[in-house]
């Protein structure tokens, strides 16, 4: 019988840890700043990410323990972004609650019901990835404006974080963080110790139709394709082949629901911090990973408690320097969904087509570009299909 290694434990419990704060730092700026974009007071953006932390934090403690996997959890950081871009679509936060609501309900019957899992999965992969791509845009440009108009408060985390980028790329965007805090607390105005205090806030959601297609259909879909679609395969990737995956979808459509009247947007599968702790930088024994994820779960209980610090902070700095900050957190996923819309090379007509109408910011009958840009790249994909399917069919054409 062998004997434990020393520090067995230490290691996941680390590798937990370091995941949690990874997570948190690389993009609570852009969540707070999607939930102000959309209506939310300071102290309702603040609930919003509290409740996410405590959330995601008790369902990686208690689906980790449960059954003996990795699970972990985190709120949807496409989603935030595309909050950011949906600013047009709605300012009443009581309208977009009601549309977090409604990606909740999605969620929540995407893991009851499997046929609509395999309906989402269906959505093919360049429409998808392109419309997260040109949610991503608008935000991965932040940084070049912020250079150039606040260069003194811009121009240190951009370094901060391009250096770390090559040296130790896990805390590239942690680091950048604390240099825009540091750089706002110098100079900016100061931050009352009142707000500092986590707060719950509860929001009476109201339903608004053109919000529910224009903000929560596009909300559930960035969700499901950028967090829980990747979320899953990182799992499968480290050899967890047979995750509880209804299970999963369920407990986070219920958390989502419960939780978006207190301003939690989306809850989901966590994809990039889930590396952390699946692979065997956790843990050279798969069977002893789990334990870095209820680590993780239990640091983020406690990084709740930073809700009101972090939102206050956030409220304290100019808006193109939290978009700066956050399109450099985002940078790697515009790079992996730009190159997964235009892997296809007889899709990418319709993988640019749905990048432009998204990336534009389009707003037509009070309903966002997002959801403007699925319909305009299903409707390319079917007349090129079409186009392509007579060419085939036709005497003069191939096999004529």
């Known amino acids: ?55 995601q934090g008790v369902l990686a403690i208690g689906l980790s323990l449960r059954f003996r996997l990795p699970l972990s959890f985190a709120w949807s950081t496409p989603g935030a972004a ?13 309208a977009a ?17 499997p046929w609509l899992a395999r309906v989402m999965t269906r959505i093919p992969r360049p429409i998808a990835s392109a419309m ?25 985390p951009i370094v901060v974080w391009l250096v770390l980028s090559r040296l130790a790329p896990r805390w590239a965007v942690a680091a950048a963080v604390v240099v825009t805090a540091v750089a706002v607390v110098i100079s900016g ?25 224009g903000l929560g259909v596009p ?31 369920t407990a986070t459509g219920i958390a989502t629901t419960v939780g978006s009247v207190f301003g939690a947007y989306a809850l989901n599968l966590s994809a990039i911090t889930a590396a952390m702790m699946a692979g065997p930088d956790a843990h050279p024994d798969r069977g002893r990973r789990w334990i870095a994820t209820v680590s993780s779960g239990s640091a983020y209980l406690l990084l709740g408690l930073a809700a009101g610090a972090a939102t206050a902070l956030v409220a304290a700095s100019p808006p193109i320097l939290i978009q700066a900050v956050a399109g450099l957190a985002l940078l790697g996923a515009l790079v992996g969904s730009v190159v997964a819309a235009l892997e296809e090379q007889a899709h990418r007509v319709v993988a640019i087509a749905t990048f ?25 994909m079917l007349v090129l299909r079409a186009g392509r399917r007579r060419s085939l069919e036709s005497p003069g054409g191939p096999g004529g």
Not at 229 to 236: D, N
Not at 356 to 380: E, K, P, R, T, Y
């Open 1 to 55: 019988m062998t004997t434990p290694q020393h520090g067995s434990l230490a290691h996941p419990i680390t590798a937990g840890i370091i995941g949690s704060i990874t997570g948190f730092a690389s993009s609570f700026a852009i969540l707070i700043a999607g939930l102000r974009a959309v209506g939310a007071s300071e102290a309702e953006a603040a609930s919003g990410l509290l409740v996410l932390c405590v959330f």
């Open 82 to 94: 595309l909050l950011v871009a949906a600013h047009k679509t709605t300012g009443d936060f009581r």
């Open 97 to 113: 609650v009601g549309a977090f609501l409604l990606c909740g309900v999605l969620l929540l019957a995407t893991g009851l019901w």
């Open 132 to 156: 997260l791509a040109g949610i991503l845009f608008p935000i991965c440009l932040a940084p070049v404006q912020a250079a150039v108009q606040l260069p003194l408060l811009a121009l240190p």
């Open 189 to 213: 105005p100061s931050i009352a110790a009142v707000h500092l205090a986590p707060t719950v806030q509860f929001v009476v959601p109201s339903f608004d139709p053109l919000v529910l297609i």
């Open 219 to 249: 909300l559930y879909i960035v969700t499901m394709a950028g967090q829980n679609v990747p979320g899953f395969a990182v799992l499968r990737t480290f050899g967890y082949d047979n995750p509880p995956a209804r299970t999963m979808l």
């Open 356 to 380: 432009l109408v998204v990336a534009s910011g389009i707003q037509l009958l009070n309903i966002g570009s997002a959801f403007w840009g699925l319909i305009v790249g299903a409707i390319v």
